[in-house]
């Protein structure tokens, strides 16, 4: 291995070593702790610390850093001080995530580290969203991302690495290629030769580089960095290292052949550094040995503490309070003049003056630039507000939705139109899991909303018509609103806008140019999770959202002769179960009503909370209204029938008649 000193002086290099060995031997007493049983798992980076390592010490203290599960270093390098490490790994209260996640599965703005979730592609897209916000501010910063080699198999490294391309973004994409995706060898991972010649495609630059050489990996990524300050474009760099220990400690290696331990046991990092630094006159034999008992002292004693630490004491209260990040909704400035307008109007409306108020909120989604989106919601939004906040995107949901994260995690606030709700599925994971658990994990909020034009009535067919807000709402750390008026639609966008939490906006298509309504002129916010009644009644009541509020209210007109309440929950996570229960004991009868699929629609949970929360109210069996459980079809006929619609008469005539 041959090292390059360049500039850096005997110093330095004694720095940088020290910097090297001190995961190391954390690292050896986390082995020495898991055969004790006090540690239940870790991920070994052991033989590839000059990767994390080097390339941190190469990137601004301010810049971000998005490592995986072998990346010691990098928390390390950071200065992290070891025991809050360790008191992360042990789940105690005093680590970064109060025990609800484990490893490396934490961020933390102090130290400008965004760490990785299981799912280990979509912290790519976080990374994208970090540097277009640098971009925006004009910050000058780089942000280095990491991945293995058998993470970019997955659709996210490919939408990432598109995005950046695309739009420019200061991103090292860096790709740790130590082999092996577990016990599955790189032939069997990929077919190229080269991962960095993936780069070609994208059009960027790519490097290949010897990921044990410290020197190497520091001098790259400081070169690389430096560049795209200045000139903002990705690059790709593919690091080359093997991994000494398994997946984890308890898979083994088994299915590596003992020649290639051999061949790789002779590059490791650190030996070959020490030897490279006794030639050059910059360590001492007799200095290792002292370095590595003083960083043994350190690491036992914090070791030590936390163990002694006490163990987290359940509190569901404290649990389910830090879910959300608090808001309080801001008061509108509802002046005494209103305009009658479309529901879709009242969309816009709510979004130039979100746009106008907050400065740092940017706007994404396929062809919501010059052309306005597919419903013409942000038509003329380029003029006034520019490129930069009303951005067109690649046709790539996950990638778009980390995109926003990442731009939440940096000072912004997003927004992301799906052009259809049917099409978030390709960015499921992204939602679920990155957007709903973060806030949390480890208390970052997630200022993100994502709008979705849901729903049938357009003959649209099985892929543009679906309702699928169940899939969010048993998702703890969504909010999930549906407005059924157009003021409904201003004010609980207003403050989805404004709540710095994840909020999913279900936006009814047929509504679009089908109702309107009289909405507040100027800022006007509803809050989210509170229902309204939409007519009163004290024979039954219809709990419904959506354009459910509008069947039930069609079905109120033609039989004046009932006395039918009617509640619109407008916001599905939180819902109003106040009002809910309040209705149901005023009535003793009630009608679930929902467009969605009947199996597994929202309007279980109401029923059941009903059944459990006011049965002795109750003077009939709490039913349920919901569309046919199977795909949505197209035909309008097919479509009338499979609709909830279709037997709210029926469902009726049995409620009261019971």
């Given at each position: 291995m041959i090292f390059d000193r360049k500039k850096l002086d005997n110093n330095s290099l004694l720095n940088i070593y020290k910097r090297l060995l001190f995961p190391r031997v954390v690292e050896e007493k986390m082995l020495i702790l898991l055969r004790q049983g006090t540690v239940g798992k870790w991920f070994s980076g052991i033989g590839q610390e000059a990767i994390a390592v080097g390339s941190a010490m190469a990137m601004m203290p301010d810049e971000y850093i998005l490592p995986m599960h072998r990346n010691l270093g990098v928390f390390t390098t950071r200065d992290i001080p070891f025991a809050r490490l360790m008191a992360q790994w042990q789940g105690k209260a005093s680590g970064f995530t109060k025990g609800r996640d484990r490893s490396f599965h934490f961020g933390t703005q102090d130290y400008k580290i965004i760490g990785m979730i299981s799912h280990l592609g979509p912290?790519?897209?976080?990374?994208?969203?970090i540097a277009l916000a640098d971009v925006l501010s004009n910050r000058?910063?780089?942000?280095?991302?990491?991945?293995?080699?058998g993470a970019t198999s997955e659709g996210d490294f490919h939408e990432a690495l598109n995005i950046a391309s695309v739009w420019n973004l200061p991103v090292i994409f860096l790709i740790e290629n130590n082999g092996y995706g577990l016990s599955t060898p790189t032939n069997e991972q990929y077919h190229c030769k080269r991962l960095v010649d993936r780069a070609v495609g994208y059009?960027?630059?790519?490097?290949?580089?010897?990921g044990n050489n410290v020197l190497e990996v520091f001098d790259t990524i400081n070169t690389v960095a430096r560049e795209i300050r200045q000139n903002p474009r990705p690059v790709l760099v593919e690091c080359m290292t093997f991994r000494m220990r398994g997946h984890e400690e308890a898979s083994g290696t088994k299915y590596v052949p003992k020649e290639l331990f051999s061949e790789w046991q002779d590059k490791d990092p650190i030996l070959t550094f020490e030897k490279f630094l006794k030639a050059e006159g910059a360590l001492r034999p007799e200095w290792i040995p002292f370095l590595r008992n003083e960083f043994i002292n350190q690491i036992d004693a914090d070791v030590a503490r936390v163990l002694s630490e006490r163990e987290i004491s359940p509190d569901p209260k404290q649990e389910l309070e830090d879910v959300y990040k608090p808001h309080v909704v801001p008061s509108s400035s509802i002046g005494s003049t209103s305009t009658v307008i479309r529901y879709l109007d009242a969309i816009t409306d709510a979004l130039k003056l979100c746009m106008r108020k907050h400065e740092n909120l940017v706007l994404m989604g396929q062809d919501i630039a010059e052309y306005g989106g597919v419903f013409k919601i942000t038509e003329g939004f380029v003029k006034e507000f520019g490129k930069e906040r009303v951005r067109n995107t690649p046709i790539c949901e996950s990638g778009i939705v980390g995109t926003a994260m990442g731009l939440a995690l940096n000072g912004y606030k997003a927004m992301v139109e799906m052009q259809f709700a049917d099409f978030?599925?390709?960015?499921?994971?992204?939602?679920?899991?990155?957007?709903a658990k973060t806030y949390y994990r480890w208390g970052q909020s997630v200022d993100v909303v994502i709008r979705m034009p849901t729903g049938a009535g357009t003959g649209a067919g099985p892929f543009h018509s679906q309702s699928n807000e169940a899939w969010f709402t048993k998702t703890p750390g969504l909010k999930v609103v549906y407005p059924a008026f157009p003021s409904d639609a201003k004010g609980l966008l207003m403050a989805a806008i404004d709540d710095p939490n994840p909020v999913l906006y279900f936006e009814h298509k047929f509504l679009y140019r089908n109702l309107?309504?009289?909405v507040p002129d100027g800022e006007?916010?509803?809050?989210?999770?509170?229902a309204r009644v939409v007519k009163e009644g004290t024979w039954a009541s219809i709990i419904t959202y959506g354009l459910g509020v509008h069947w039930a209210l069609e079905y109120?007109?033609?039989h004046p002769e009932y006395a039918i309440e009617i509640i619109d929950l407008r916001s599905l996570q939180p819902w109003d179960k106040e009002a809910v229960e309040k209705s149901v004991k005023k009535t003793g009868r009630v009608l679930v009503l929902h467009e969605d699929t009947l199996t597994g629609g929202f309007g279980a949970e109401i029923a059941a909370h009903i059944a459990e929360h006011c049965f002795t109210s109750l003077e009939a069996p709490v039913m349920r209204c919901g569309s046919l459980d199977t795909p949505i079809p197209m035909n309008k006929g097919l479509e009338d029938q499979f609709l909830a619609k279709s037997r709210l008469d029926e469902m009726m005539e049995k409620l009261l008649g019971f």
């Open positions: 912290q790519m897209g976080l990374a994208t969203g000058k910063k780089a942000t280095l991302v990491f991945t293995g080699e059009g960027i630059e790519g490097r290949r580089i010897d978030v599925s390709s960015g499921f994971n992204q939602v679920v899991n990155n957007l309107t309504g009289e006007a916010y509803i809050e989210i999770g509170k109120a007109t033609n």
